[in-house]
């Protein structure tokens, strides 16, 4: 079965400070991760893509296979990125849906 | 980007009625739409794969009958709600996959928040 776990309902850093939201994943084949962000009253939509291995907004996420993770790190957070992050897995092949974790909340103090 | 547009983006009906939620890819053709549903404070949970020409994929639970789902051209998909109760009452999110793309990247409609009496 495929599943999604973000530990952290909640996370509260300063602005400045290193940030990582963590995601685990079960999946028995090869999958596609992904994170999303939905700012206040905005839609969800995408962050980055693993096999993109992009730095967006100075986020980045490295597919850990061994660890079976897919943690999101910036090393100095901006109160912009006050939002809520889910974590998502979809099957390289074959059905294209996603499986989200539960979301982080991630607030940023001034 | 990719735009997806949902309507209405909320919706208050009597218990009993159906409803109907429309999903939209602006400028791009999507073979492939999604539809979830989203409780308050908790995650996306998906609801149905809906594929042009073809009858929508459930997910386990989901009841085909009270979640009609649609899929008549390449940028449009609808779902009604049917018969609908109190319990039903959550906010309904779509999704489209942009047929050109090589990845399984989704573009996100704004969801349709559902009140049911």
């Known amino acids: 079965a495929q599943r999604v776990t973000q530990p952290e309902k909640l996370l509260s850093v300063f602005k400045g400070a290193p940030v990582e939201l963590k995601c685990n994943y079960s999946?028995?084949?090869?999958?596609?991760l992904f994170w999303y962000v939905q700012y206040s009253r905005q839609r969800l939509q995408l962050l980055l893509r693993h096999i993109s291995r992009e730095s967006i907004k100075g986020f980045t996420a490295d597919l850990n296979k061994g660890e079976t993770s897919f943690h999101l790190k910036k090393p100095f957070a901006q109160e912009e990125d006050s939002a809520m992050y889910y974590c998502a897995l979809s099957p390289i092949q074959g059905a294209q849906k996603l499986v989200f974790g539960q979301g982080t909340r991630l607030t940023i103090n001034p | 980007g990719a735009v997806v547009s949902q309507h209405p983006s909320w919706v208050i009906c009597k218990s009993g009625t159906s409803v109907k939620i429309e999903c939209r890819s602006l400028d791009f053709q999507a073979t492939t739409m999604f539809w979830y549903r989203q409780f308050p404070k908790q995650s996306l949970m998906l609801m149905a794969t809906s594929n042009e020409g073809s009858k929508a994929t459930y997910e386990q639970g989901v009841e085909k009958d009270k979640f009609l789902i649609n899929h008549a051209s390449l940028t449009l998909s609808t779902l009604t709600v049917t018969s609908a109760h109190p319990e039903d009452s959550s906010f309904y999110i779509c999704s489209a996959r942009d047929a050109r793309s090589g990845g399984n990247e989704q573009f996100f409609g704004p969801g349709t928040r559902l009140t049911v009496l």
């Open positions: 999946y028995s084949g090869s999958p596609e």
